[in-house]
């Protein structure tokens, strides 16, 4: 991996570390540079030194250990935030209209034993389940197929999704949330194609995202965005 060689002295012995983790010259937990040593090879100080090691710190790219020295992170250390945010308040944020179509509103049992342990039901008990499309204007952004954990928002299936969103709601009536989620790119199914206006083979960002509330799981939602239409940001931290 290259990265564009930085001018200030900072990000100058940023990107010397940077790359040099990117090429595996520091193995994970491996001891690199000592704060001294960065010193007397750049020519700078050691506040210009401390300032690149602690922003690849809040990358999750190292660690530092007090009195010892700072080290290559390790892979399963490096952690990603993502900002749940209510697509509503995007799109309005972007001067556009936000418009959802509500296609499906219902209660049902769980006949999967995946969706039921993510939500910590037993199998066969009540889930409520909505599929929703929204739009930016009149352009479709996202279908969104969420699963509801009754405990969780006994009074989902009477909101008026055309007027809110189910994040809006969800983060009102079950605060404190945390989430767990994979992103990949791929497929539609034939449905989400079809709810969406694309062609099934088209590419898409795919978000599967897992929320809870003080260790209780709220929902599981599938959430499909056309590549064409949505970019996700986020940050990363240790």
Same mark, same amino acid.
């Given at each position: 991996m290259n990265y564009a060689r930085p001018t200030a002295a900072y990000a100058h012995v940023k990107h010397f570390l940077k790359t040099g983790l990117a090429e595996g010259r520091w193995a994970p937990g491996t001891l690199m540079p000592?704060?001294?040593?960065l010193v007397e090879q750049f020519s700078v100080s050691r506040m210009t030194v401390s300032r690149a090691v602690r922003e690849l710190q809040a990358e999750g790219l190292v660690e530092r250990v007090?009195?010892?020295g700072t080290f290559a992170a390790q892979p399963y250390?490096?952690?990603?935030?993502?900002t749940i945010r209510d697509l509503h308040t995007e799109i309005s944020e972007r001067g556009h209209r936000h418009r959802a179509d509500v296609h499906l509103v219902q209660a049902e049992q769980v006949t999967s034993g995946g969706l039921a342990q993510r939500l910590g039901l037993p199998v066969g008990s009540d889930v409520f389940h909505t599929l929703i499309v929204h739009y930016e204007d009149d352009v479709a952004l996202l279908?969104?197929?969420?699963?509801?954990?009754?405990?969780?928002?006994?009074d989902y299936l009477a909101v008026d999704? !055309?007027? =809110?969103?189910?994040t809006n709601y969800l983060l009102a009536v079950a605060p404190l949330w945390e989430a767990q989620y994979s992103?990949?790119?791929? !497929?539609? =199914?034939?449905?989400?194609a079809q709810l969406l206006g694309i062609e099934a083979a088209d590419p898409c960002l795919i978000i599967v995202r897992r929320t809870e509330s003080?260790?209780?799981p709220i929902t599981?939602?599938?959430l499909v965005h056309p590549g064409s239409r949505y970019t996700i940001e986020g940050s990363f931290k240790p």
């Open positions: 000592s704060e001294a040593e007090q009195g010892v250390r490096a952690s990603s935030t993502l279908c969104e197929d969420r699963y509801v954990n009754p405990s969780r928002a006994p999704f !055309t007027k =809110t969103t189910p992103i990949e790119a791929g !497929t539609p =199914t034939v449905q989400e003080q260790g209780t599981v939602a599938r």
